[in-house]
């Protein structure tokens, strides 16, 4: 996905991509974005909008990670979890990149504390995904407060009707790139424990890490309080 998309966002294309999670296509996008960044000047010139605030946090430390050579750049991360107002205070201070959710962005913007008047280029990353969860007004409003002279790069792993719609709603002469999409079966064994009502999770959980003895481990929580739960557990 790097070196098909790469070059055309290098000339400043609109860019629609499809590739699976885990293809490189954040690296694809970021590096076109530094490419073009202007440090002298202190004010937002790419924004880029995840579904979720991990994918945000995520997208936003690759950046800064492939960044570490340009001194003085500032990337920020706009969503939930952090309150209003410190992002707001630190938005004075003055932002190259901009990171977020629709939900947050749009909020900041109805509330004139984020400018994007600046902004040369746009970023949706896994836009199937924020479609799915409902940000599809989310991401309209935001765009409504873009420059309409601007690039647009929009990622996806499929390309539904929806996303289709998306992109002629909102780029411009677009060069569609798409890799292998297919996740290859049998990478991962999968299996399924049924856990009754009246059986303790954490015990059932502390038995099957007794039993297959992990080097690594990622285990995934529906709520904040439950993940802070098993990590304490």
Known sequence: ?????????????????QAKTGSGKTAAFALG??????????????????????LAEQVANEIRRLARRIDNLKVITLCGGISES?????????????????????????????????????????ADRMLDMGFHDDIMKVVAHLPKNR???????????????????????????????????GEINQVFYEVLPDQDKNDLLYRILGKFRPDRMLIFCRTKKESKDVADF
């Open 1 to 17: 996905i790097q070196a098909k998309s790469l070059p055309l966002i290098l000339e400043g294309k609109d860019v629609i991509g």
């Open 33 to 54: 974005l530094l490419n073009s960044v202007d440090i002298s000047k202190k004010n937002i010139q790419s924004l880029v909008l995840c579904p979720t605030r991990e």
């Open 86 to 126: 410190i992002q707001e205070k630190s938005l004075q201070t003055g932002v190259h990149i901009a990171v977020g959710t629709p939900g947050r962005v749009f909020r900041l913007l109805d509330k004139e504390s984020l400018d994007l008047r600046a902004m040369s280029i746009f970023t949706l990353d896994e």
């Open 151 to 185: 690039q647009t790069i929009l990622f996806s792993a499929s390309f539904p009707e929806d996303i289709k719609n998306l992109s002629e709603g909102i780029q411009k002469n677009t060069h569609e790139v798409k890799v292998d999409t297919a996740h290859v079966g």
